[in-house]
């Protein structure tokens, strides 16, 4: 017979999946979202947890469970390009250019809000970002739900976004109603945000989708300035981010003789001295891999990581982007 020391984790561990629902159904998790509950669902660049656009209960739950400060503002994820009108105000001139080249797509765009967002999506902000993602669940979730959905990243906040449902119930399990399981995400960082709100767009984070490809439409585009007033109206870049405990380091080489529990994520052979090595051969595959390598190094008790520094054209921008903040902590 079992002693009550060995059949206490398995209860306790029966118990915490049976407060979050981990599910293939998108009829389920609809269900879920039209009765009130929170969902984190697959995007093509990370998870998301979701929350109906105009349920300020709902979005309580979203802030309260990720522990997100709530002067950063939520992004409105639609399945049809035409729900645009439903949270924005106006379409600009290049907004409308962006969404007919890259919707549905990795691209966040920011407009003057509509009265129907309310302020705690928002902010307090006059604008609203919107995004279209190119997955087929979250496509399906979105018009299960029958309205826009918000959808944060579906992390604590500070810690690396989820790239893995697993991910997601190591983050929020126990906290958050279901997860919809969707494999793993393509891009694996989050979209590229642009705000189409003036004459000239100004990319606010660099994403899934490069600069280069949003210049073959859009040649103006800026990038922000940090000393901006745009940066003042994009408060997710003033906040911690992408955080494993370990402290990160971009460095050109590997060490040949690192510190004790220091792993490596790049391109170029790592020695024997680290504790755990993660190979890329592409940018794409780096940019797949980087948070779930980030989340494994904690699991691993690391307590250094060395990400390999990547040149900075195409999705290399986000890459670096991610592993400077991660290293600023
Ligand atoms: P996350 O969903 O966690 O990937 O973060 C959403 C990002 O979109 C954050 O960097 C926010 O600051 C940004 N964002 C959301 N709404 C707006 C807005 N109205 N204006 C500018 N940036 C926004
Ligand atoms: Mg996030």
Redesign the pocket.
């Known amino acids: 017979m079992l002693s009550l020391r060995a059949q206490t984790p398995l209860h306790c561990s029966i118990q915490y999946r049976m407060k979050t629902l981990v599910t293939e159904s998108v009829e389920i998790a609809s269900e879920i979202v039209r009765n009130g509950g929170i969902v984190a669902f697959p995007t093509e660049t ?1 998870y ?1 947890l979701g929350a109906p656009f105009s349920d300020t209960e709902a979005i309580k739950k979203v802030f309260d469970a990720k522990r ?1 400060p709530q002067d ?4 409105v994820h639609i399945s049809t390009p035409e729900q645009i009108e439903q949270v924005a105000s106006e379409i600009t001139l290049s907004a409308a250019t962006l969404i007919a080249e890259f919707f549905p797509g990795p691209l ?1 765009i ?1 407009l003057p ?1 509509s009265g129907a967002v309310p302020e705690l ?3 307090g ?1 006059e ?3 919107v995004r279209m993602p190119a997955n087929e669940i979250a496509i399906a979730l979105i018009e299960g739900s029958r309205t826009p959905l918000v ?3 579906a992390n604590v ?1 500070g810690k690396p ?1 989820p790239t893995t449902a697993a991910a997601v119930i190591e983050d929020l399990g126990g906290v958050i109603d279901c997860v919809l399981d969707g494999g793993q995400t393509r891009h694996g960082l ?2 590229t ?1 642009v ?1 189409c709100t003036g004459e000239t767009p100004v990319l ?2 660099s994403g899934s989708l490069s600069i280069e490809d949003l210049r073959t439409v859009c040649p103006d585009i800026k990038k922000l300035e940090p000393s901006s007033d ?1 940066s003042r ?5 003033r ?1 911690r981010h992408y955080s494993p405990e370990a402290a990160v380091l971009a460095v050109n080489t590997p060490d040949p003789s690192p510190p004790p529990n220091t792993a490596f994520i790049g391109f170029m052979t790592a020695g024997e001295g680290y504790d755990f090595v993660v190979p890329v051969e592409t940018k794409e595959e780096y940019a797949v891999r980087l948070f779930e390598f980030l989340r494994e190094c904690d699991r691993r008790g690391i307590q250094l990581v060395h990400c390999e520094a990547v040149d900075e054209a195409g999705i290399g921008s986000a890459i670096m982007d991610r592993i400077r903040r991660a290293a600023a902590d």
């Open positions: 990370v998301g997100r950063n503002p939520l992004i966040t920011v809000k999506v928002t902010a902000l604008t609203v970002a959808a944060p990243s906040s976004s989050e979209s945000v705000d606010l984070r745009l109206r994009s408060p997710g870049l906040h």
